[in-house]
């Protein structure tokens, strides 16, 4: 695919990045970082390779790089910095390497790409699968599409044949018997590029017993108090992914919880930033094998 085919609106960005559209106007005009063509009425709209940069950023920044030094990054210099972040993540794993099974999906080759994948879940199982190999390689995948190194369409590619799987071995699950269900809601309120994650925290509850509401998609903050109106709950689970969720959101989930006397509030996939913010009711997790450790001291 030819980069400046696709037309991006600031709000594009915002749900790929997760940085709120008011924070990408204020680096664009601080530090540059973007500069984007107008259309006639003077709305911003930003191609592909503008798309990329501010993912590049947004990772950068999750993983503790400051935006006034990022911005300082020369685009060549820029690419690398992820890359080398990236492999520095990857060695935590030296029994797998991403690269080598990426290699068989970049034909869209559905069977072989999925003939790489199963001895893990045979070697493991489905859980530790996920979490220790499949996990890493959606995001390798997804910082090889941002440096360009895959396309758009094999990077989908990959993350659908993943939730493909992922769908399998939730529909093939057997009700946990003998014992009363606490009930577990969940709310995505900002990432789409996280929501494979999403769909194995459900799978994970649910093997563990739980009743589990699960709407899909995104909804605002609000509707966690008119899910608890119809059906209420013990435990909310929540994708805390989104750029600045820590300076917006935790407080309101806190209180939340507080009114409606919930148990525990999980949320999920959190950038590192927001590992300092604590309150009695939140439990913190940055990516799936951290959560199955959060839910399996759940009751």
């Known amino acids: 695919m030819e980069e400046g085919l696709n037309v991006f609106s600031i709000r594009d960005l915002e749900n790929f990045s997760g940085i709120k559209a008011h924070t990408i106007r204020i680096w664009e005009k601080r530090y540059r970082i973007l500069e984007p063509d107008r259309t006639d009425s003077n709305i911003r709209k930003y191609n592909e390779s503008e798309l990329k940069k501010i993912l590049n950023i947004s990772y950068l920044n999750r993983n503790g790089l400051k935006i006034s030094k990022i911005a300082k990054l020369a685009e060549d210099e820029l690419t690398q910095k992820v890359m080398t972040v990236s492999s520095s993540r990857d060695e935590n794993e030296k029994d797998f390497q991403p690269g080598e099974i990426l290699m068989s999906a970049i034909r869209f080759s559905e069977e072989q790409f999925k003939e790489a994948l199963m001895p893990y879940i045979k070697r493991r199982g489905f859980e530790q699968a996920y979490a220790l190999y499949f996990h890493p390689l959606l995001e390798r995948a997804r910082i090889l599409w941002q440096t360009g190194s895959l396309s758009r369409a094999q990077e989908q590619f990959i993350r659908n044949i993943i939730r493909q799987i992922i769908t399998v071995e939730d529909s093939v699950l057997k009700p946990v018997t003998g014992k009363s269900r606490s009930i577990v809601a969940m709310i995505n309120t900002s990432d789409n590029l996280t929501d494979n994650n999403f769909l194995f925290y459900k799978y994970a509850l649910k093997k563990r017993g739980f009743d589990v509401i699960f709407t899909g998609g995104i909804l605002p903050a609000s509707e966690v108090i008119e899910i608890y109106k119809i059906?209420?709950?013990?435990?909310?689970?929540?994708?805390?992914?989104?750029?600045?969720?820590?300076?917006?959101?935790?407080?309101?989930?806190?209180?939340?919880?507080?009114?409606?006397?919930?148990?525990?509030?999980?949320?999920?996939?959190?950038?590192?930033?927001?590992?300092?913010?604590?309150?009695?009711?939140?439990?913190?997790?940055?990516?799936?094998?951290?959560?199955?450790?959060?839910?399996?001291?759940?009751?």
């Open 231 to 299: 059906k209420s709950f013990e435990y909310l689970v929540v994708n805390s992914s989104s750029f600045d969720f820590a300076h917006k959101q935790i407080g309101y989930f806190n209180n939340i919880g507080k009114s409606l006397m919930i148990k525990k509030i999980i949320l999920t996939d959190s950038p590192s930033g927001n590992k300092k913010i604590h309150h009695d009711s939140l439990i913190i997790s940055s990516d799936p094998a951290g959560f199955l450790r959060c839910i399996d001291g759940l009751r």
